[in-house]
T-cell receptor, first 112, second 112 residues
Framework: SQQGEEDPQALSIQEGENATMNCSYK?????LQWYRQNSGRGLVHLIL?????REKHSGRLRVTLDTSKKSSSLLITASRAADTASYFC????????????FGAGTRLFVKA | DTAVSQTPKYLVTQMGNDKSIKCEQN?????MYWYKQDSKKFLKIMFS???????INETVPNRFSPKSPDKAHLNLHINSLELGDSAVYFC???????????FGPGTRLTVT
């Protein structure tokens, strides 16, 4: 079964605007990760937030985690055309990380 | 300098054939994975190996047989290919928990 569900499925914004993507999951987790996938490429890890953390920053990225609501959000500030990609959340379903479940992804398009 | 490499990048073959995809990582990681990404970009885990031992087999048909000759390699052999096997297959690797994963560039398999 799919663990993570992203919302929205697609997002189109202008360069300079902020982009927010949401992820919901079903079971308890040890951590949640966000990945980016450019068209035709493999996934690239962006950020990991542990279940006992509520917020984490990395450059223009801000991730929040609400374990009571089983949800997370990824905020990209001051977006650039190069941010155009698909973004996936991933959880480990308490298997020690051996079984990572990816959501369906949000396709972000940033217009120059 | 490639961290996780896969060969071939493209594979076009006919139904019923047998094919293999090779994966190598030079990161010194203990864990390797195979994922299948369908046409809707949904990424699903197939197998996880840790120290050459199979940890996760996500109800993949036994036509798919992974083989890990050493910790740096995880190959995927597929027998009797079917149309539904057409997808992009990604190899990934990670070190100890919390298991940020590094992905290969993918192999696009087309079965005709």
């Amino acid at each position: 079964s799919q663990q993570g569900e992203e919302d929205p499925q697609a997002l189109s914004i202008q360069e300079g605007e902020n982009a927010t993507m949401n992820c919901s999951y079903k079971t308890s987790i040890n951590n949640l990760q966000w990945y980016r996938q450019n068209s035709g490429r493999g996934l690239v890890h962006l950020i990991l937030i542990r279940s006992n953390e509520r917020e984490k920053h990395s450059g223009r990225l801000r991730v929040t985690l609400d374990t009571s609501k089983k949800s997370s959000s990824l905020l990209i500030t001051a977006s650039r055309a190069a941010d155009t990609a698909s973004y996936f959340c991933a959880t480990d379903e308490n298997t020690g990380g051996f079984k990572t479940i990816f959501g369906a992804g949000t396709r972000l398009f940033v217009k120059a | 300098d490639t961290a996780v490499s896969q060969t071939p990048k493209y594979l076009v073959t006919q139904m019923g054939n047998d094919k293999s995809i090779k994966c190598e990582q030079n990161l010194g990681h203990d864990t390797m994975y195979w994922y299948k990404q369908d046409s809707k970009k949904f990424l699903k885990i197939m197998f996880s190996y840790n120290n050459k031992e199979l940890i996760i087999n996500e109800t993949v048909p036994n036509r798919f047989s992974p083989k890990s000759p050493d910790k740096a390699h995880l190959n995927l052999h597929i027998n009797s290919l079917e149309l539904g096997d057409s997808a992009v297959y990604f190899c990934a690797s990670s070190q100890a928990a919390p298991r940020q994963q590094y992905f290969g560039p993918g192999t696009r398999l087309t079965v005709t």
